[in-house]
């Protein structure tokens, strides 16, 4: 752990560096229509499906974190490695190949985008200051919890196979 860092205060939470200058970053257009059609078809899946809060409230997740990771993607304090990582975060909300396929679950198959994308970012906050990526959060919810509660129900929302999976997506040695 080198000297920006905090030290971690539980197992599996991400490692975070001290704040520097904050910037303001707008949400290019593309961006925020992607946003809109997300928050539209997730808002559709929970009225019809309104029984299921337990996974709406991760459902709900989704254009918040997908908004969170265009938005550090066109950041240029944060660094290439980041953005990869984000960028490989929305190219999996956009795709249609999925672990769990939108087209085939509706909204439920967002469930494996909002944990790649919590699992992406706590990769991202290894190298990123804590303060830069809160900076671009729209959540309702703080960003650290949000990462930890997904993180802890992860195995139950998709399987242990599945969350191997998405680790070794991303968390490859190299």
């Known amino acids: 752990m080198n000297e920006n860092q905090s ?4 197992e599996n939470l991400p490692a975070v ?3 520097r200058e904050l910037v303001p970053i707008e949400l290019p257009e593309q961006h925020q229509r992607f946003y809109d059609k997300l928050r539209a078809k997730i808002e559709a899946f929970i009225r019809e499906h309104s029984g299921n809060e337990a996974v709406a409230k991760y459902i709900l997740l989704a254009p918040d974190l997908f908004v969170l990771l265009a938005r550090l993607l066109v950041d240029k304090r944060v660094g290439m490695q980041a953005k990869a990582i984000a960028g490989a975060a929305v190219a999996y909300f956009i795709s249609p190949i999925d672990f769990i396929p939108e ?9 494996d985008d909002v944990v790649f994308a919590v699992y992406a970012l706590r990769k991202i906050l290894v190298d990123v200051e804590e303060s830069i990526v809160r900076e671009h959060w729209n959540g309702e ?7 930890t509660r997904v993180i802890r129900s992860a195995d139950e929302l998709l399987g242990k196979k599945l969350v191997k999976k998405i680790e ?5 040695k190299k």
Not at 103 to 111: D, E, H, P
Not at 168 to 172: G, S, V
């Open 168 to 172: 070794q997506a991303l968390f490859r």
């Open 17 to 19: 560096q001290k704040p």
């Open 103 to 111: 087209v085939l679950t509706g909204g439920f198959g967002l469930i």
């Open 7 to 10: 030290p971690p205060s539980g």
């Open 141 to 147: 919810e703080d960003l650290l919890r949000v990462i």
